[in-house]
């Protein structure tokens, strides 16, 4: 049977982007979404619910995530679910995670309460933080899952 795994969020960066790279020299940012939901209840109150969700980016996205984004900014996101799946070390314990592999972003407007446009004055670029020799990184191509590192706390390179 076919099936299909695809995600469309937009929403709000909760923190900077942390950008890495592998031992290959793929770049690697990782980002927090919170994602708000808003409907009125049969009392006509206003209700809010917010989502947060770990999305990682992989290649040049990845550099002008790091570069470009900040807490509070905007940013629609097109990728696909992944779970994480670990033993905790200390507790012995099976441990899961479900997160987001971007496989398209699209940065919007400046944080909330600005206009959509983007900031009243223009954000200042990161400089570029320096590639660890290897070969050119295919852009816009995420790697293949066993590629990317298990996400143990000891393991992960964040």
Known sequence: ???????????????????????????????????????????????????FVDIEVFGRQAESVG????????????????????EDKQTQQKRSKLGVIAEVVHFLGGPRGEAEGGDSTPAQPRPP???????????????????VPPHEEDDVPF
């Open 129 to 147: 933080r320096p590639a660890a020799p290897s070969a050119p990184v295919k852009p816009q191509e995420p790697p293949n899952d066993s590629d």
């Open 67 to 86: 570069q470009y984004m900040r807490k509070g900014r905007s940013m629609l996101v097109e990728g696909r679910l992944k779970l994480d799946t670990w």
């Open 1 to 51: 049977m076919a099936g299909m795994n695809k995600v469309i969020l937009m929403g709000n960066l909760t923190r900077d982007p942390e950008l890495r790279y592998l031992p290959k020299g793929t770049a690697v940012a990782k980002i927090g979404m919170a994602v708000n939901r808003a409907w009125r209840n049969e009392a006509g109150e206003l209700k809010e619910e917010v989502t």
